[in-house]
């Protein structure tokens, strides 16, 4: 099947779904109610990103399988390791599971598939000549590559999970990124039909119409997650401080919100409303809250892409720019 019709599938398959939201999310349960806690949107909402994600994934596997399957073998397994992530998630949005089991459940998966897919295990951490930090190398070291590897992808399942509180953030980023890969770096044509999907789910996000879950979150934290990798180790294309500047934002609101609720002798990975989207949602209205977020995820990003600043000084500068706009934004 070629890209066009690929694409065109998966446009059908989104409406297919998005026009039954309602029905599969009463039959699967799989329904945000608002409690006015953690969740502040006015009305029931299906949580069927996931749900749209693996069945355009499942799209894409048939066609890889089908055309030159021995060529696609990785891109093959790296989407079924990502389906299997995402079906924790889909078990958490139907029966909120407990963080401290969602969390061991997907250590377990992630240290199953990396056992027995190598070309996922990190095996050098490379900075620049310029950079503050030295080269990292991993290689004959089987023990610290799961650790430090799983460590990386629950950072990033936990990062970009954290960041998904408020309608269309969470989908900017991931289609940010998809597209940074896809353009800047290696051209993976089974990505044009995710980022399709993406661009049309965000536009019913914007809405409150349809979330994307853990189950989205999920999955596209670990297909994230598994490209850089991949970037990294086979066409060592992606610098360390590329790859901490593309995550950049999520991560350090994340790092924050751990030391906040370590203070306070709280579960760090339990939610609350001290995330950055929330304190700008405080001050701000919707449509701020979202381009100011984004404004502030994608300057580094951009400044690095063009040159414009120094790794060192793009972080230095969002640094001083996070910390000052949590201080004014702070309740």
């Known amino acids: 099947m070629s890209n066009i019709n690929l694409i065109f599938a998966s446009i059908v398959i989104f409406f297919s779904i998005y026009i039954k939201r309602d029905l599969i999310a009463e039959k699967t349960n799989l329904i945000d109610t608002p409690n006015n806690k953690l969740k502040n949107h006015k009305k029931k909402t299906p949580i069927i990103g996931g749900i749209i994600l693996n069945a355009i994934t499942i799209l894409i596997l048939l066609n890889l399988t089908l055309d030159k399957y021995v060529n696609n073998f990785l891109f093959i397994k790296i989407l079924i390791f990502s389906v ?41 951490i490379v900075f620049s000549d310029n950079f503050l930090i030295k080269n990292l190398d ?101 610098l360390a401080e590329e790859i901490f500047i593309l995550l950049m934002l999520p991560g350090i609101d994340m790092l924050r919100l751990f030391f906040i609720r370590i203070k306070n002798k709280q579960n760090p990975l339990n939610g609350d409303k001290r995330h950055l989207h929330h304190l700008l949602f405080y001050k701000l209205d919707r449509s701020k809250t979202i381009l100011l977020y984004f404004f502030l995820f994608i300057t580094p990003i951009l400044s690095f892409y063009f040159k414009i600043l120094s790794p060192n000084k793009i972080i230095l500068l969002f640094l001083i720019t996070y910390i000052l706009i949590i201080i004014k934004f702070k309740k």
């Open 138 to 238: 991993l290689e004959n070291k089987f023990i610290l590559q799961i650790f430090i590897t799983t460590l990386c992808y629950q950072l990033l399942i936990h990062a970009f999970n954290m960041a998904d509180g408020h309608d269309g953030i969470a989908s900017l980023m991931a289609i940010t990124w998809l597209a940074y890969i896809y353009f800047a770096k290696i051209n993976f044509q089974f990505l044009l039909p995710i980022m399709v999907t993406l661009l049309l789910f965000l536009y019913f996000n914007l809405s409150s119409k349809i979330f994307l879950g853990d189950s989205g979150n999920y999955f596209l934290s670990t297909l994230l997650s598994s490209l850089i990798i991949l970037n990294n180790n086979n066409y060592k294309n992606l």
């Open 84 to 124: 299997t992530v995402s079906i924790i998630g889909i078990i958490d949005d139907k029966y909120d599971i407990k963080a401290v089991s969602k969390f061991f459940y997907t250590t377990f998966i992630l240290v199953f598939f990396l056992t027995f897919i190598p070309e996922l295990r990190i095996k050098y």
